[in-house]
């Protein structure tokens, strides 16, 4: 009789359980920047009483987090596809009050998947310049074959091969088939700051004053 009891108190915290949501990969199907909200598919599935799988449902109006403070003067941002992977966290309650909505329409959704948000990033595959990055104590910003990295001795700015800029503690390196320096003011090259015009690279200098000392 005692397991018995034991038994169906396990089951109806095993039942509550299944309805409750924390965190779980998914992908975004489609992207509104303008509200910062996408439609997410889970990645996972609902176990029906006869043993069959059913996928979960597609998400709706589901907020997307990016880095950012100071009321937004601070941010980074970027494009997010469909197909790209995330993050859904659903939340502890409704987000009506956070959205701005008034009270809270419905307390008893907690941890529910209609109330999730979904953070970009999280991928099944991992990012080979993670690896870049730790080797050699950086932050890097990658589009494409364009890079941006900041190191604790050197900051690296790659646009191609051919197109690169470095700083660190010996100066400035610009490679580049052309340089051009434009100001509106003037453009001054200073005794004692050594400045090499390399044969075979143009060299552009365009201002309505060009000091030389």
Excluded at 140 to 155: G, M, T
Aim: overall charge negative.
């Amino acid at each position: 009789m005692l397991s018995e009891f034991a038994q169906e108190v396990k089951n109806s915290a095993v039942e509550i359980l299944n309805g409750v949501h924390t965190a779980i990969p998914g992908k975004i199907v489609k992207y509104d920047p303008a509200k910062c909200e996408a439609e997410v598919l889970p990645y996972c599935k609902i176990k029906k009483p006869n043993g069959e799988f059913l996928d979960y449902p597609q998400l709706n109006h589901v907020p997307v987090l990016f880095q950012q403070s100071c009321g937004q003067d601070f941010t980074i941002v970027y494009p997010v596809n469909p197909g790209d992977e995330c993050l859904i966290l659903a939340q502890e309650q409704t987000l009506d009050i956070w959205r701005g909505a008034g009270a809270s329409s419905d307390n008893s959704l907690r941890f529910d998947l209609t109330n999730a948000i979904a953070i970009i990033g999280l991928y099944a595959k991992p990012q080979k310049l993670a690896q870049e990055a730790q080797d050699n104590d950086a932050l890097i910003i990658q589009k494409n074959d364009h890079r941006l990295h900041i190191k604790p001795d050197e900051v690296f700015l790659k646009y191609s091969d051919a197109v690169n800029i470095k700083l660190n503690a010996a100066g400035i390196t610009i490679t580049a088939p052309t340089i051009t320096l434009a100001a509106e003011l003037a453009i001054a090259e200073v005794a004692g700051v050594s400045i090499t015009e390399t044969a075979g690279a143009n060299i552009t200098e365009t201002a309505p004053t060009i000091n030389q000392n």
